[in-house]
């Protein structure tokens, strides 16, 4: 064998691995690299109080008193609206296409945590960086009328939502507009259930000059929400006003519900309890209303697998918390071809169709004003609806495209309502993981099990270099064609359980739960969305059938039952080094924790580059065959001499 070159050809290998899988972390480095500016300190999670209480609370306010807003609850409040969560492609509220198309902007008098200024918040990165050092707030006051302008002369800090319309318009036509102000809905609730948990109070401030604003800004983006910051005088407490609660099984703070908050596609088989769909609906309405009132929003509820609850069509009565049946059968599938055929509707156990009134709303002085607002409250109530299934671990997303007329039709709207959202909401392996008992060990399992797939293909990885393999014991060099089974188990033991398909022990010797996941994985990998999350799930999917060539093939070479073995061996390790390269991209987009995995990504990698040069640090031993024919030519030469 020619070392020198079968070296290089590791070498070329080895880079190609590095580069490919630092594929999976450069989102990272390039987010941590943005503008610089005032960093603000990490947002909290366990700090404030629990979301069921604060979804009871939460309200705009007209008596704002002064306050002092010091840097760490700004940096709670900015985070809340537009802050980075499941890594650099996700934030705190939901996003058509991922366009974002919102800024925050703080106008602040100055403490001794903060300058006063304008700032802009940079969500990459968690800053602010300074937009004008000149304006303050008096110099808005002229923008806004009665109370409002009251409203904001007595505080010292106040948030403004302004919008990038052609960001989602560019995509989405004229329908991006609507999106727009949905998604300023979703960032208005958290801003609501933020400050509640912060003990501070706010006022919903829609109605002003958008143009005199933008002049004193000297900017294009559009002011659509001004929040002033003040106090109340009271503390948050937990009041009962009649409605339904499982605050026993929602014990989830305000901070936490807002960074478990994701879209979710993938749903499981099953039945959602009754009264946590019941808590949903009942807490999901409770929302500060910012015009009209509840007569103006219609909540259907299609319901499929709900323990307790016949299949069918309801309507949610605000007033007194009840579903009223309007009619029975399975309406998800008819619900799905009316919303462009997305296969989560009818997967999950139950959709939910937001409409407003749209009659109502051409009848005020100024119609385009009131649906911009209707808009918000529409979105304020799909964001409690993602935050309470964040908080009972099930899955939900919020679709706005569809066939209008069709799904009024499918949940046979009131006259002149116009459906704005469908919501599926669906089980995930989280759910199933809380509400069981050996949740601990599963977790565990879980987790082991993805060590496992991960550590053996790094060993078979480095006991195919030939400078470590010709220094092992002949009888333990096919060791790294053993490993290959040990990633390929690793990896369904980790994905049926993080997938629902095994949720205690007894479920592995079922035939079912291989079953389903067979069918999961082939559905997972044609219905996976253009989000980086989704292509880290890709990564992982393709390197299921990649793992499996490579425990056979090593069972193959380890018997010495293939022929061809050298380029058989080559493909062999070919694949290694592929597999691995899929799992650390999946390990980095899908895990919680994006820098450490890097990090450790890095030092792995590091130490396995020192290990490889010191071991070329020494001669290569002689081998027998070698020091043979060195014994026969020198006798050779002997006897011709």
């Known amino acids: 064998m020619n070392w020198q070159g079968h070296r290089k050809a590791f070498a070329v290998l080895y880079v190609a691995f590095i580069l490919i899988a630092s594929m999976s972390i450069v989102q990272i480095t390039f987010y941590l690299t943005e503008i610089s500016g005032t960093q ?178 000297d900017t294009n983006l559009e ?73 103006q929003l219609d909540f259907r509820a299609v319901a499929g697998e709900v323990q307790n609850l016949t299949t069918g069509l309801y309507d949610f009565n605000q007033e007194d918390c009840s579903l009223d049946r309007v009619s029975s059968g399975d309406l998800r ?24 009134d749209s009659a109502w709303i051409d009848q005020q002085s100024d119609p385009t004003f009131c649906h911009q607002v209707m808009m918000f409250e529409v979105g304020m109530m799909a964001q409690n609806v993602y935050l309470k299934c964040a908080a009972y671990g099930l899955g939900t997303v919020v679709i706005g495209a569809f066939y209008e007329n069709e799904v009024s039709q499918v949940v046979e709207t009131v006259a002149d309502f116009k459906p704005i959202y469908i919501m599926p909401i669906g089980l995930t392996s989280e759910f199933y993981l809380e509400t069981e008992d050996n949740q601990l060990q599963m977790t565990v399992l879980a987790r082991a099990s993805g060590v496992l797939a991960f550590v053996p293909l790094y060993c078979s990885l480095y006991l195919s270099v030939p400078t470590i393999k010709r220094r092992l014991p002949k009888r333990i060099r096919p060791l790294h064609c053993i490993l290959g089974i040990m990633p390929l188990l690793g990896l369904v033991v980790h994905s049926m359980i993080l997938h629902g398909h095994v949720r205690n022990f007894s479920d592995f010797l079922s035939i079912n739960s291989y079953v389903s996941a067979l069918f999961h994985f082939i559905s997972g990998i044609t219905s996976l969305p253009a989000t980086p999350y989704a292509f880290g799930q890709f990564a992982a999917y393709l ?90 030519v020198d006798m050779h030469w002997s006897k011709t001499t």
């Open 40 to 217: 603000l300190p990490n947002p909290g999670y366990s700090e404030g109080i629990l979301l069921t209480s604060a979804m009871e609370q939460c309200k705009s306010s007209g008596d704002l008193r002064y306050t002092e807003v010091d840097v760490q609850q700004i940096s709670q409040l900015v985070w809340a609206m537009q802050g980075l969560t499941h890594g650099p492609g996700f934030r705190t509220v939901p996003s058509a296409g991922g366009t974002y198309p919102l800024e925050i902007l703080l106008l602040h008098e100055g403490n001794s945590t903060l300058s006063e200024g304008c700032y802009y918040y940079i969500p990459q990165g968690h800053q602010l960086q300074v937009a004008s050092s000149s304006c303050n707030l008096t110099d808005f006051l002229p923008v806004f009328d009665g109370e409002d302008q009251e409203a904001i002369a007595n505080v010292s800090t106040v948030f403004v939502i302004l919008a990038d319309y052609t960001r989602t318009t560019t995509r989405y036509g004229n329908r991006g507009i609507q999106y727009v102000h949905l998604e300023v809905g979703h960032a208005i609730q958290n801003f609501l259930l933020q400050t509640t948990s912060l003990s501070l109070s706010t006022r919903v401030v829609t109605n002003f000059s958008h143009s005199d604003f933008q002049n004193i800004m």
């Open 223 to 295: 002011p659509l929400v001004v929040l002033p910051l003040g106090s109340n005088g009271q503390s948050p407490t937990i009041p009962w006003n009649g409605r339904f609660s499982l605050a026993e099984e929602d014990e989830i703070t305000v901070e936490q519900a807002i960074a478990k908050r994701e879209s979710i596609r993938d749903y499981l088989n099953g039945s959602i309890p009754f009264p946590v769909l019941l808590d949903i609906l009942n807490q999901s309405t409770a929302i500060a209303h910012l015009i009209g009132s509840d007569s």
């Open 333 to 356: 599938p008819s619900l799905r071809s009316a919303g462009l055929d997305q296969q989560w509707i009818e997967n999950a156990q139950l959709d939910i169709v937001i409409s407003v």
């Open 543 to 632: 390197s299921v059938p990649l793992t499996a060539f490579v425990a056979l093939s090593g069972i193959g070479l380890a018997l010495r039952r293939v022929k061809r073995k050298k380029l058989f061996r080559k493909v062999h390790t070919f694949a290694v080094f592929l597999s691995l390269a899929l799992l650390v991209i999946h390990i980095s987009i899908c895990g919680v924790y994006f820098i450490r995995n890097a990090v450790i990504f890095i030092l792995i990698n590091a130490m396995a580059v020192v290990l490889y040069g010191l071991l070329h640090r020494y001669p290569r031993p002689a081998r027998e065959s070698d020091e043979t024919k060195t014994i026969a």
